[in-house]
């Protein structure tokens, strides 16, 4: 029971484009989303997230857009480059807890062609 | 600054073997997680620990997996007996603990394969 889902397993893009990765997540109790970005042969690395009060967050080409009420957040890039090509994590977590438990979507390859 | 630091970067080893993984955090960081990667499950969080105590560990899939951490700078994540279904690639990841939307920091993983 994947309580973080991304859908769409790849997505190809052209460079100079907008890339849209998307995901969902069927928990309410959520307060807190995070963006990871993964490279092959290393570990994520963080690379922007969104507290469940805000519904955009804007961090240089990168933006998250957040819509409680449809569980559904989306991360845009703009311009894409090709150094953006990587697995990209949506993780999401849970509110009023005493650590900081996140919980991993399956990912999203992006590979933005030159 | 040194990062995750973990060992080995590859491991292959015989079904049955005892496989014994090791993760170095990042200094001053008081949480630690393993993580475990596979292409059915993606990315899923096996156990983690506060301040070098367990605190959750309803991930670990069986008696099989275990983890231990003696001291803040070192964590091992044991498989005993190991089993081809073990074969996937296991991250280890710490974070600071004051501030808890401080995101967490990922070692480059360790990649087993159990033959």
């Known amino acids: 029971d994947q309580q973080v889902k991304q859908n769409s397993p790849s997505l190809s893009v052209q460079e100079g484009r907008i890339s849209i990765l998307n995901c969902d997540y069927t928990n309410s109790m959520f307060d807190y989303f995070l963006w990871y970005k993964k490279y092959p042969a290393e570990g994520p690395t963080f690379l922007i997230s969104?507290?469940?009060?805000?519904d955009k967050n804007e961090d240089g080409r990168f933006t998250v857009f957040l819509n409680k009420s449809a569980k559904h957040l989306s991360l845009h890039i703009v311009p894409s480059q090709p150094g953006d090509s990587a697995v990209y994590f949506c993780a999401a977590r849970l509110s009023k807890t005493s650590y900081d438990k996140v919980i991993f979507g399956p990912g999203t390859s992006l590979s933005v062609i030159p | 600054d040194a990062g995750v630091i973990q060992s080995p970067r590859h491991e292959v080893t015989e079904m049955g073997q005892e496989v014994t993984l090791r993760c170095k955090p990042i200094s001053g960081h008081d949480y630690l997680f393993w993580y475990r990667q596979t292409m059915m499950r993606g990315l899923e969080l096996l156990i983690y620990?506060?301040?070098?105590?367990?605190?959750?560990d309803s991930g670990m899939p069986e008696d099989r997996f275990s983890a231990k951490m003696p001291n803040a700078s070192f964590s091992t994540l044991k498989i005993q007996p190991s089993e081809p279904r073990d074969s996937a690639v296991y991250f280890c990841a710490s974070k600071p603990g004051q501030g808890s939307r401080q995101p967490q920091h990922f070692g480059d993983g360790t990649r087993l394969s159990i033959l």
């Open positions: 620990f506060n301040n070098n105590v367990p605190i959750d």
């Open positions: 969104i507290s469940s009060i805000k």
